[in-house]
């Protein structure tokens, strides 16, 4: 996508990909002060382990409590955090926030990074309660204890959630990346929601998951999570360089035959020279 959005600006420079294993991460991070790095972007499990790193921090990615994105300025480093934009974004293209009633509940399924930024979105973005759940029932517990980035919290088991109240639904685990038959809700009465209520799941790959299959058949909309990956992507690009691509760049370049796209995992840290 960055290869792309350079192209498109008429800038002269490169996005890579590099596997960074956890204890590498300060000397990696290090290297981004380098004169001729703009900045970098940071995947599970860096999101969080980077901010003590950093010389500053915005004001969303303070409350959220992870960062996406780097910007380097003068050797300084900047985290910021625009998955909780660009996921607000996504959710209004796709109609999705539409589609919320007065008083839908928004449920984020995980308690990661991303899923802070979910919560962010949900709670303050949306000005929605937000329920927080996890497999591991401990860490939607820490999550929503520690929340101080406004709005309502809270952590639940399945079995609690109001789901009749659930106007939108989050999935920002890793659950069904790459595997077709797995769901973070097996099992899972979609019947139990509104008829208004929707889906949207941060995966991407494949792009129809298993939840995503499971809501639309009882008939709910469900949006896998391309279209945050290219807004979140925009706005990095635009913070580094002060180019205002089009996301319609972004997306293009998320088409494109998979042999012609840059490998990404879940551990990379893409630096832009």
């Known amino acids: 996508m960055h290869r792309a959005a350079f192209a498109w600006a008429g800038l002269?420079?490169?996005?890579?990909?590099e596997r960074v294993p956890a204890p590498e991460l300060p000397a990696a991070v290090s290297r981004l002060r380098a004169?001729?790095?703009l900045g970098a972007n940071l995947?599970?499990?860096?999101?969080?382990?980077?901010?003590?790193?950093?010389?500053?921090?915005?004001?969303?990615?303070?409350?959220?409590?992870?960062?996406?994105?780097?910007?380097?300025?003068?050797g300084q480093l900047y985290g910021d955090n625009t998955d909780a934009p660009g996921l607000l974004q996504a959710l209004a293209d796709s109609g999705l926030t539409g589609r919320l009633g007065a008083g839908d509940r928004v449920v984020v399924l995980g308690a990661g990074g991303a899923a802070r930024a979910a919560v962010y979105a949900g709670a303050v973005g949306l000005g929605r309660e937000v329920w927080v759940v996890n497999r591991t029932l401990a860490?939607?517990?820490?999550?929503?204890?520690?929340?101080?980035?406004?709005?309502?919290?809270?952590?639940?088991?399945?079995g609690e959630v109001p789901w009749g109240q659930?106007?939108?639904?989050?999935?920002?685990?890793?659950a069904g990346l790459d595997?077709?038959?797995?769901?973070?809700?097996?099992?899972f009465d979609f019947g139990s929601l509104p008829d208004h209520a929707g889906v949207y799941d941060m995966v991407y790959k494949p792009r129809?998951?298993?939840?995503?299959?499971?809501?639309?058949?009882?008939?709910?909309p469900a949006e896998n999570g391309l279209g945050m990956l290219a807004q979140q992507a925009r706005l990095a690009f635009t913070a580094w360089t002060g180019a205002d691509v089009p996301v319609a760049v972004?997306?293009?370049?998320?088409?494109?035959?998979?042999?012609n796209a840059p490998s990404v995992g879940t551990t990379d840290t893409g630096a832009m020279p």
């Open 12 to 17: 002269n420079g490169t996005y890579d990909a």
């Open 35 to 37: 004169p001729d790095v």
């Open 43 to 74: 995947s599970l499990p860096h999101k969080e382990a980077a901010l003590p790193l950093l010389d500053g921090l915005s004001d969303a990615a303070r409350a959220i409590g992870a960062v996406n994105t780097l910007i380097h300025r003068t």
């Open 139 to 158: 860490r939607a517990r820490a999550l929503a204890a520690g929340w101080q980035g406004g709005g309502e919290v809270q952590a639940a088991e399945l």
């Open 166 to 174: 659930v106007g939108l639904i989050i999935n920002s685990s890793s």
């Open 179 to 187: 595997r077709p038959d797995e769901t973070p809700l097996p099992g």
């Open 208 to 220: 129809r998951t298993r939840l995503m299959r499971d809501a639309e058949a009882a008939g709910l």
């Open 250 to 259: 972004f997306l293009e370049a998320l088409e494109a035959p998979a042999e």
